[in-house]
């Protein structure tokens, strides 16, 4: 068994692994475990494979910051959390930033930063088990990993203040139909269903994916007539190069001898 709150695995498909695991813990960020988050986060960076799988052990997602280890420090908790905070955001922002699709797995409880780590990926599976609960202002606290950033964007700002406000809890199936995850699936299927979209795309055209991904992205302030010239430029720029133009002829073949497959069978008009 590891030792380590927080690890990597590269498959054979290209999909690399970011596994949280502390399940002893509910998956908890102290000092020690966001340390290792944005460690390895940084590790993975540097060869993110095809795609990124973001998911943890056991039976619960993350139940975000440990408060055994924020209790009873007085007047350091501040510089504490803060800590705690500043490792786990670099975390954060390293995955969101991945230029490869990243895809979580939630299981269980996502609560306080595991609700923003969860949804830092691009594509987010969430089991029927899983449970979505901010729950900061109950500890009199206020949203951090993103959590605050990512909701508005994804649920619109009234819902976003009914989950941060009032710590309401979603299922996995209530996340589907907010938005806030791309689908559900039964637990017993999480695992494989993550798994198989991950390398899915890792199989793909990565280079269209990643600039597709780059667009999805956007830069904070580009209006419309500015995201329009990013998108010529890089659909030019992918149209261009051998993986496209191979793609492109393939489709064509296949859809012709689709067509032509279709056509023989059809009934002649007399």
Known sequence: MSTEPVRVVRHTDGVVEV???????????????????????AQVA??????????????????????????????????????????AHTAIQVLHELPVPVVTAVRGAAAGGGVGLALVGD?????????????????????????????PRLVGPRLAADLILTNRVLTGDDAERWGLVSRSVDDAELDAA?????????????????????????????GLGRHLVEEARQIAALADGRAAQDRMASFLAARDRARTGNSRTQPREP
């Open 194 to 222: 993550a798994h198989r979209t991950a390398a899915g795309l890792a199989a793909g055209a990565g280079a269209a994916l990643r600039a597709a991904k780059g667009l999805l992205r956007g830069r904070a302030g580009h």
């Open 19 to 41: 596994r949280l695991d502390a399940p002893e813990r509910g998956n908890a960020l102290d000092l020690a475990t966001a340390e290792a988050l944005r460690d390895t986060t």
């Open 123 to 151: 594509i987010v599976l969430a089991g029927r088990s899983a449970r979505f609960r901010l729950a900061y202002t109950d500890v009199g606290l206020t949203p951090d990993c993103g959590a605050s950033w990512f909701l």
């Open 46 to 87: 540097a060869d993110p494979g095809g795609a990124v799988l973001l998911r943890a052990a056991g039976d619960t997602f993350c139940v975000g910051g440990d408060l055994r280890a924020f209790a009873g420090r007085g007047e350091g908790t501040g510089a504490y959390v803060h800590a705690v905070a500043t490792a």
